[in-house]
């Protein structure tokens, strides 16, 4: 079966996909996602790491899977190896090069990269091209709300590179912030993944065993044990419709380096939208709709 209906040109955006997509069980589904929306161009998918050396490599092996379960072809650039303050001034990875390219095509659809991890391979790239900060939007999940930021606290994606999150969001890019408390609030149940996803042909039956095989190992202890929440699929649904959830704009914080946010109001520093809250029925049930009507005949 097929999408039976189509998205006008001047409603398409151009989209990069910037995941550390091997770290955890979501980003699979956000990549399935973005892939599926005929709303979204799918320019390339970027591996990022996740906090040690080795890691991109495993989450370029993991888009590489997705791919496959999907019957797709679609470019993939592996991402700097490590945090940037490990980096030397002059390091551009294969997927930061391929960021400045595609911000630098003369193109009239508008440029998303949507970052679901660290955000090392758009500071690199802003790094060596500062130009493309008036060329594209960036959306991070990451980081916290700056009003609801206490001591004490830690956000992953923050953590994995704060020096790549605090250059970034000084640089004066479009940025659109979706912070863990509300990523953290897209929750599915696994029996709901069961019942509906897994189904889904080769891709399916991929994310249902890959959350399942994660929720089982020693790395999900900070996980409920039944549900789970798919927080990298926000980055899809606010570029799908940027109203599906509620946000204001403030002068970009400064993370610390425990990812401690300091809020610099009156700075002069630039502003970024925060989100506040997302639609997770239209996030989740979009999702759904389309992997049944794109693979449900697949199993």
Not at 83 to 91: N, P, Y
Not at 112 to 141: D, H, S, Y
Not at 221 to 238: M, Q, R
Request: net charge negative.
């Amino acid at each position: 079966m097929a999408l039976d209906y189509n998205v006008t040109e001047d409603k398409i955006k151009r989209v990069i996909i910037d995941t550390d997509a091997a770290c955890e069980a979501d980003d699979p589904f956000a990549i399935a996602h973005a892939l599926m929306s005929k709303k979204l161009e799918v320019k390339a998918i970027l591996a990022t790491h996740f906090g040690w050396r080795g890691s991109a490599d495993r989450s370029y092996d993991e888009i590489m899977t997705i791919l496959d379960a999907m019957d797709l072809d679609v470019p993939v650039f592996m991402g700097e190896p490590v945090r940037l303050a490990e980096l030397d001034e002059h390091s551009l990875s294969p997927a930061s090069q391929f960021i400045i390219e595609e911000a630098m095509r003369e193109e009239k659809k508008p440029l998303f990269v949507l970052c679901q991890g660290a955000i090392t391979n758009v500071a690199t790239a802003i790094r060596k091209c500062p130009e493309i900060t008036k060329k594209m939007t960036v959306v991070w999940i990451g980081g916290f709300d700056p009003d609801l930021c206490v001591r004490g606290a830690y956000e992953f994606n923050c953590a994995n590179d704060v020096d790549a999150a605090n250059f970034v969001m000084s640089s004066g890019v479009e940025f659109w912030q979706i912070p863990n408390n509300v990523y953290g609030t897209m929750h599915i149940g696994l029996a709901e993944i069961q019942r509906r996803i897994a189904p889904c042909g080769k891709i399916g039956k991929h994310l249902f065993e890959n959350m399942t095989a994660y929720n089982e190992s020693e790395c999900a202890g900070w996980t409920a044990g039944e549900s789970w929440s798919l927080g990298d699929s926000p980055a899809v649904g606010v570029v799908l419709e940027p109203n599906c959830g509620s946000y204001y704009y403030r002068e970009a914080p400064i993370y610390e380096p425990d990812t401690f946010c300091r809020s610099e109001s009156g700075s002069g520093r630039p502003m970024i939208r925060i989100y506040r809250s997302i639609n997770s029925r239209f996030i989740i049930e979009d999702f759904i709709a389309k992997l049944e009507i794109l693979y449900g005949d697949k199993g």
